[in-house]
């Protein structure tokens, strides 16, 4: 096929678009030598593409037609879906290296024959972890596994066996390796510390003490990963006893290399139980003998530490050169600096959560002293002048007889027993095991800030608009793709401002009657509880029943023996949340209608037990949505609720499927019978970038399906001058109701939700 | 329907059950005992409270009568009801009522599972006044000195509703209940479960892993009850995997990935 023929179906597919001509000619070159039907087939894949990157589109135009050759029809769109995938969490580079080997690695894992991805198995693996430590001990991606004790690296993809089956035993290996090298004390500095922590890892510092430092650290990790292997035979029996059969076909940097060296016999022995090379020499003996002991049961790291400082002098420079030789594949690096800075910025970070909690809390103590005191002046001036020499001594309440340490559970400041709430407790606890004592000056630093700090922190109210909690990260739904995309949304929850109007008022004042009313018909379906009679089992006799069943008896006919009455109650159990849209278009009327409507519902439902939220949203762009809490699940309907009702007001765009994601998510922490969704908008979703038309429809329908799924029930109500075709696709043709008239909207809301609920 | 009356001695316990103190709890319950105060325990599932209850009524030599509570028990299941027989109307005491005639100790089991108003007929036998009113009778009973109000709650459900009521709270003297410390906890699964000392400790191990899997969403670990209950199967020749899956994985959790994870700490340990 010919490139101007190309070049008009290539406009045909990406119009209204029009690139540029020389990138498409470019692009398009090595396509001209493929058969037509491959062309046909590169070609439909366009549409799902160029809206996704433009520059993408033309790498894959120009690198996809050898790939589609080797693809049978079915994978062609599985590859552009994990094309699309790479492409969103590694770039254009990402997608490049994944297309750059020609789907070779892609065919080899789809036909079940490649190796095994952490992404994989890290859900089975990460409650594991969890699980053995005891702790959340993260699992991240990266070239080899090894761990700087908060977090354990693996690599992204294992392929050393055949089966996945062994790869995955190799995943367990390296994570509970990992995890002992943590918990049998790996890390554990040497008994004598040679260097302070500030500038390097004690352990670095024994090494770099030694001879040869690199050999020093090599032989120490390797002594320690034999008595770590130990130590899990011992700890978890199960997994060494099948790991046996993959420890022997593991790796070594001897079976490549042309003069074996000590470690390389040493790791053959330790991993093949092949000890054969080490017979020729003295020193090859004595690491072997010493390696048994520290597999010894009961063994520390001080013990590898002494067969360091005794093998480390039998070599010579040249015998313990072993820079070619590379750690055993579950081993990795020894991350000692890391672990350094981590413990250090812990360190700080808890100091620093000490200080000021310890200051406000003292604050707390003296507001609440000076509050039931008339003198308080003298008392706050004598506290500080006296800061700065102030004597802390640590107060242990408990007994001492107990072996561990009790406790501290409160602070002698001032002269003056301070009691620890339960946060500063286990903070001290923390710090005095890190660091032996709880030092002085943490104390001093925090009286020091209570003194001066004292109005600055008590007028610390959160700023309007700061983010209240965590950032949460949501899926996109492309239905072009029919995948979604992952982790493609941030939504954050922001608060609103509480505002002073008269627009509350106002609205009580103009919709009294209608208040009355709606408050009467929702007194109605609150729970009720009623007798029922003629039951076989109940509280009390029902007379009447009891009666005519003597009656019956006495005239010789069959007796009910239904005479019992009992009292059954009917309860709501209802939890509704209406999410509002705040979108720039809610301007003027519709604006102000949906705030009617909200107070008008929160009125009714005031007489109601049904717990209810109300959620605005808005936002722009995809790692910008935000939602505004207006009124809590459990919150109560308080002034701050109606004076957030009336700082509702127009913000931005409308992403709706993230918030209608967000809402389910909130919806999974409720336990209640009946779960609705109440979304109120004024139209087609829409967002500042490419998030419009059928693909916004398609997300957000998609939204709604999930939580539906969840057993979610949502409702959508529309105000708009007319109906669309879309709403009835976009939220199903039973679960909306469109309102043309505005100022309808404020007496149908609560008119809706009743129907709804009964 | 017509029901057999309660009868008291079928809630005396004849034989010492098995319990291992793992605190003062025995004291401060007897003390609690002769003083005429009522008991709340509270703790996760399955970690020795019902087991508690029935040892310290065999060293009391009180009958023990256990009521599991639901979210339908109403006042007349705990106080009694009228009952038609024969034609008459005839009253029948509800266990509550009869613990308190024969001064044995009741104990309700699970009490946040009952609605709130059913459990306000127990503030009147909670407190200085040792009274339960029978309303339908019009009978007002006092409690003998040997009559005991036990109530059990399981606080790890973090829900707004199945937490109980301040005023009933504050009624009881409170123990609280957790799992056993490992050394204990071996002792107890040997004993109970019938194993050798090796595979109680290993159990055990297990266990405390699943009770650190709160952040991974497994809100209850496995309680010591579980581990007896796989000691059980092991016992009797099932294997140990399968067992562990059976009375461990499959009791704690559906979710699909978190059985995984626990398959492969099993796999690990034994």
Same mark, same amino acid.
């Given at each position: 096929?010919?490139?101007?023929?190309?070049?008009?179906?290539?406009?045909?597919?990406? &119009?209204?678009?029009?690139?540029?001509?020389?990138?498409?000619?470019?692009?398009?070159?090595?396509?001209?030598?493929?058969?037509?039907?491959?062309?046909?087939?590169?070609?439909?894949?366009?549409?799902?593409?160029?809206?996704?990157?433009?520059?993408?589109?033309?790498?894959?135009?120009?690198?996809?037609?050898?790939?589609?050759?080797?693809?049978?029809?079915?994978?062609?769109?599985?590859?552009?879906?994990?094309?699309?995938?790479?492409?969103?969490?590694?770039?254009?580079?990402?997608?490049?290296?994944?297309?750059?080997?020609?789907?070779?690695?892609? %065919?080899?894992?789809?036909?079940?024959?490649?190796?095994?991805? /952490?992404?994989?198995?890290?859900?089975?693996?990460?409650?594991?972890?969890?699980?053995?430590?005891?702790?959340?001990?993260?699992?991240?991606?990266?070239?080899?596994?090894?761990?700087?004790?908060?977090?354990?690296?693996?690599?992204?993809?294992?392929?050393?066996?055949?089966?996945?089956?062994?790869?995955?035993?190799?995943?367990?290996?390296?994570?509970?390796?990992?995890?002992?090298?943590?918990?049998?004390?790996? &890390?554990?500095?040497?008994?004598?510390?040679?260097?302070?922590?500030?500038?390097?890892?004690?352990?670095?510092?024994?090494?770099?003490?030694?001879?040869?430092?690199?050999?020093?650290?090599?032989?120490?990790?390797?002594?320690?990963?034999?008595?770590?292997?130990?130590?899990?035979?011992?700890?978890?029996?199960?997994?060494?006893?099948?790991?046996?059969?993959?420890?022997?076909?593991?790796?070594?940097?001897?079976?490549?290399?042309?003069?074996?060296?000590?470690?390389?016999?040493?790791?053959?022995?330790?991993?093949?139980?092949?000890?054969?090379?080490?017979?020729?020499?003295?020193?090859?003996?004595?690491?072997?003998?010493?390696?048994?002991?520290?597999?010894?049961?009961?063994?520390?790291?001080?013990?590898?530490?002494?067969?360091?400082?005794?093998?480390?002098?039998?070599?010579?420079?040249?015998?313990?050169?072993?820079?070619?030789?590379?750690?055993?594949?579950?081993?990795?690096?020894?991350? @000692?600096?890391?672990?350094?800075?981590?413990?250090?910025?812990?360190?700080?970070?808890?100091?620093?959560?000490?200080?000021?909690?310890?200051?406000?809390?003292?604050?707390?103590?003296? %507001?609440?002293?000076?509050?039931?005191?008339?003198?308080?002046?003298?008392?706050?001036?004598?506290?500080?002048?006296?800061?700065?020499?102030?004597?802390?001594?640590?107060?242990?309440?408990?007994?001492?007889?107990?072996?561990?340490?009790?406790?501290?559970?409160?602070?002698?400041?001032?002269?003056?027993?301070?009691?620890?709430?339960?946060?500063?407790?286990?903070?001290?606890?923390?710090?005095?095991?890190?660091?032996? %004592?709880?030092?002085?000056?943490?104390?001093?630093?925090?009286?020091?800030?209570?003194?001066?700090?004292?109005?600055?922190?008590?007028?610390?109210?959160?700023?309007?608009?700061?983010?209240?909690?965590?950032?949460?990260?949501?899926?996109?739904?492309?239905?072009?793709?029919?995948?979604?995309?992952?982790?493609?949304?941030?939504?954050?929850?922001?608060? @609103?401002?509480?505002?002073?109007?008269?627009?509350?008022?106002?609205?009580?004042?103009?919709?009294?009657?209608?208040?009355?009313?709606?408050?009467?018909?929702?007194?109605?379906?609150?729970?009720?509880?009623?007798?029922?009679?003629?039951?076989?089992?109940?509280?009390?006799?029902?007379?009447?029943?009891?009666?005519?069943?003597?009656?019956?008896?006495?005239?010789?006919?069959?007796?009910?023996?239904?005479?019992?009455?009992?009292?059954?109650?009917?309860?709501?159990?209802?939890?509704?949340?209406? /999410? %509002?849209?705040?979108?720039?278009?809610?301007?003027?009327?519709?604006?102000?209608?949906?705030?009617?409507?909200?107070?008008?519902?929160?009125?009714?439902?005031?007489?109601?037990?049904?717990?209810?939220?109300?959620?605005?949203?808005?936002?722009?762009?995809?790692?910008?949505?935000?939602?505004?809490?207006?009124?809590?699940?459990?919150?109560?309907?308080?002034?701050?609720?109606?004076?957030?009702?009336?700082?509702?007001?127009?913000?931005?765009?409308?992403?709706?499927?993230?918030?209608?994601?967000?809402?389910?998510?909130?919806?999974?922490?409720?336990?209640?019978?009946?779960?609705?969704?109440?979304?109120?908008?004024?139209?087609?979703?829409?967002?500042?970038?490419?998030?419009?038309?059928?693909?916004?429809?398609?997300?957000?329908?998609?939204?709604?399906?999930?939580?539906?799924?969840?057993?979610?029930?949502?409702?959508?109500?529309?105000?708009?001058?007319?109906?669309?075709?879309?709403?009835?696709?976009?939220?199903?043709?039973?679960?909306?109701?469109?309102?043309?008239?505005?100022?309808?909207?404020?007496?149908?809301?609560?008119?809706?939700?009743?129907?709804?609920?009964? | 329907?017509?029901?057999?009356?309660?009868?008291?001695?079928?809630?005396?316990?004849?034989?010492?059950?098995?319990?291992?103190?793992?605190?003062?709890?025995?004291?401060?319950?007897?003390?609690?005992?002769?003083?005429?105060?009522?008991?709340?325990?509270?703790?996760?599932?399955?970690?020795?409270?019902?087991?508690?209850?029935?040892?310290?009524?065999?060293?009391?030599?009180?009958?023990?009568?256990?009521?599991?509570?639901?979210?339908?028990?109403?006042?007349?299941?705990?106080?009694?009801?009228?009952?038609?027989?024969?034609?008459?109307?005839?009253?029948?005491?509800?266990?509550?009522?009869?613990?308190?005639?024969?001064?044995?100790?009741?104990?309700?089991?699970?009490?946040?599972?009952?609605?709130?108003?059913?459990?306000?007929?127990?503030?009147?036998?909670?407190?200085?006044?040792?009274?339960?009113?029978?309303?339908?009778?019009?009978?007002?009973?006092?409690?003998?000195?040997?009559?005991?109000?036990?109530?059990?709650?399981?606080?790890?459900?973090?829900?707004?509703?199945?937490?109980?009521?301040?005023?009933?709270?504050?009624?009881?003297?409170?123990?609280?209940?957790?799992?056993?410390?490992?050394?204990?906890?071996?002792?107890?699964?040997?004993?109970?479960?019938?194993?050798?000392?090796?595979?109680?400790?290993?159990?055990?191990?297990?266990?405390?892993?699943?009770?650190?899997?709160?952040?991974?969403?497994?809100?209850?670990?496995?309680?010591?009850?579980?581990?007896?209950?796989?000691?059980?199967?092991?016992?009797?020749?099932?294997?140990?995997?399968?067992?562990?899956?059976?009375?461990?994985?499959?009791?704690?959790?559906?979710?699909?990935?978190?059985?995984?994870?626990?398959?492969?700490?099993?796999?690990?340990?034994?």
């Amino acid at each position: 096929m010919d490139l101007e023929t190309l070049k008009i179906q290539f406009y045909e597919r990406v &119009f209204p678009s029009l690139p540029n001509e020389w990138d498409v000619e470019e692009a398009l070159s090595p396509l001209v030598a493929q058969e037509s039907v491959q062309i046909e087939d590169v070609f439909a894949q366009i549409p799902a593409i160029w809206p996704v990157s433009h520059s993408l589109c033309f790498a894959y135009l120009s690198m996809a037609g050898p790939v589609f050759c080797s693809l049978a029809a079915e994978e062609q769109s599985l590859w552009v879906h994990t094309l699309l995938d790479r492409y969103e969490t590694g770039g254009l580079h990402g997608a490049q290296v994944f297309m750059a080997d020609r789907g070779q690695h892609f %065919v080899r894992r789809l036909r079940g024959q490649g190796g095994l991805r /952490l992404f994989e198995v890290r859900s089975r693996l990460q409650p594991y972890v969890n699980g053995l430590a005891g702790r959340e001990i993260l699992l991240i991606a990266s070239d080899c596994a090894s761990t700087d004790t908060e977090c354990i690296t693996l690599p992204s993809e294992i392929a050393l066996f055949a089966s996945n089956k062994e790869n995955f035993l190799l995943y367990k290996l390296m994570v509970s390796f990992q995890w002992a090298s943590i918990e049998a004390g790996l &890390f554990t500095p040497p008994r004598c510390p040679l260097l302070s922590e500030e500038t390097s890892h004690p352990l670095e510092a024994f090494f770099g003490d030694c001879t040869l430092p690199t050999t020093a650290r090599q032989l120490y990790h390797f002594f320690e990963t034999g008595r770590l292997l130990s130590y899990l035979r011992q700890e978890l029996p199960g997994l060494m006893r099948k790991a046996a059969s993959i420890l022997p076909r593991l790796p070594l940097t001897g079976d490549t290399a042309e003069t074996e060296n000590l470690l390389d016999q040493l790791q053959r022995g330790l991993l093949r139980d092949d000890w054969t090379a080490l017979n020729g020499s003295i020193v090859a003996q004595g690491a072997f003998k010493l390696l048994r002991r520290c597999e010894h049961k009961g063994a520390d790291n001080q013990t590898s530490l002494d067969a360091v400082r005794e093998l480390l002098p039998l070599l010579t420079e040249e015998e313990g050169d072993w820079a070619g030789t590379a750690p055993l594949v579950f081993q990795g690096p020894l991350r @000692l600096q890391e672990i350094r800075e981590l413990r250090m910025k812990r360190r700080r970070e808890r100091e620093l959560q000490f200080i000021k909690s310890l200051s406000l809390h003292i604050q707390q103590l003296r %507001v609440k002293a000076d509050a039931g005191r008339e003198d308080d002046q003298e008392s706050r001036n004598t506290a500080a002048g006296r800061q700065g020499q102030d004597l802390a001594l640590i107060v242990n309440t408990e007994n001492e007889t107990r072996q561990t340490p009790p406790p501290t559970t409160s602070l002698r400041i001032e002269n003056q027993e301070i009691p620890l709430t339960e946060e500063l407790t286990k903070l001290a606890e923390e710090i005095r095991r890190d660091l032996g %004592v709880l030092p002085e000056d943490y104390i001093t630093s925090a009286t020091g800030k209570a003194g001066h700090g004292f109005k600055a922190t008590s007028a610390a109210a959160p700023a309007e608009g700061q983010g209240s909690t965590e950032p949460v990260v949501y899926d996109e739904w492309d239905y072009r793709r029919k995948g979604y995309r992952k982790q493609w949304c941030v939504v954050t929850e922001k608060a @609103l401002p509480t505002l002073q109007s008269s627009f509350i008022e106002q609205t009580l004042q103009q919709y009294k009657g209608q208040i009355r009313r709606l408050r009467n018909q929702f007194e109605q379906m609150r729970t009720s509880e009623r007798f029922v009679r003629r039951q076989r089992e109940g509280n009390d006799i029902d007379l009447d029943a009891l009666v005519e069943t003597l009656a019956d008896i006495h005239a010789g006919r069959p007796p009910s023996d239904r005479v019992f009455i009992r009292l059954a109650r009917e309860q709501r159990d209802i939890a509704a949340y209406f /999410l %509002v849209d705040m979108s720039n278009s809610t301007a003027g009327w519709v604006g102000q209608a949906i705030k009617e409507a909200l107070v008008l519902i929160c009125e009714s439902m005031e007489v109601l037990n049904d717990r209810y939220g109300i959620y605005g949203f808005s936002g722009m762009r995809r790692l910008r949505c935000e939602l505004f809490p207006v009124k809590r699940l459990d919150e109560r309907y308080s002034l701050a609720v109606r004076q957030r009702i009336g700082a509702i007001g127009p913000k931005e765009y409308t992403r709706m499927a993230p918030a209608i994601r967000h809402m389910t998510s909130l919806f999974a922490k409720v336990e209640a019978k009946i779960r609705l969704l109440i979304v109120l908008s004024d139209g087609k979703p829409e967002d500042y970038d490419d998030y419009k038309g059928e693909y916004a429809i398609e997300d957000t329908r998609h939204a709604l399906l999930e939580a539906k799924a969840k057993g979610i029930h949502p409702f959508c109500i529309t105000i708009d001058r007319k109906a669309h075709d879309y709403m009835a696709h976009m939220y199903g043709e039973v679960n909306s109701i469109f309102i043309d008239e505005v100022r309808h909207l404020p007496a149908r809301m609560p008119e809706i939700y009743r129907t709804l609920t009964t | 329907m017509l029901r057999p009356p309660l009868r008291i001695d079928e809630h005396r316990i004849e034989h010492e059950p098995y319990y291992l103190p793992t605190g003062d709890e025995l004291a401060i319950a007897e003390a609690a005992y002769y003083e005429r105060a009522p008991l709340l325990l509270k703790g996760p599932t399955g970690c020795g409270k019902t087991r508690f209850m029935q040892y310290l009524a065999w060293r009391l030599q009180r009958p023990l009568v256990t009521v599991s509570c639901h979210d339908d028990l109403s006042t007349s299941d705990l106080v009694g009801r009228y009952l038609i027989r024969s034609g008459e109307a005839v009253w029948t005491d509800g266990p509550l009522t009869m613990a308190v005639r024969a001064g044995a100790i009741c104990y309700l089991d699970e009490i946040v599972e009952a609605r709130k108003d059913t459990t306000v007929v127990i503030h009147p036998l909670a407190d200085d006044r040792r009274e339960l009113p029978i309303e339908k009778r019009g009978e007002l009973l006092t409690a003998p000195p040997e009559f005991m109000l036990a109530i059990s709650y399981n606080p790890g459900y973090q829900s707004i509703l199945k937490d109980l009521k301040t005023s009933t709270r504050q009624r009881f003297i409170a123990l609280s209940f957790d799992y056993p410390a490992p050394e204990k906890e071996i002792e107890i699964v040997c004993r109970e479960g019938g194993l050798d000392l090796e595979m109680a400790r290993s159990l055990v191990k297990l266990a405390a892993m699943t009770r650190t899997l709160k952040d991974s969403g497994l809100p209850e670990g496995a309680s010591t009850r579980l581990l007896i209950q796989t000691g059980k199967l092991i016992g009797r020749g099932i294997p140990i995997q399968t067992a562990c899956r059976a009375a461990v994985s499959e009791a704690l959790t559906d979710d699909v990935e978190l059985l995984g994870a626990l398959d492969e700490m099993v796999s690990s340990l034994f």
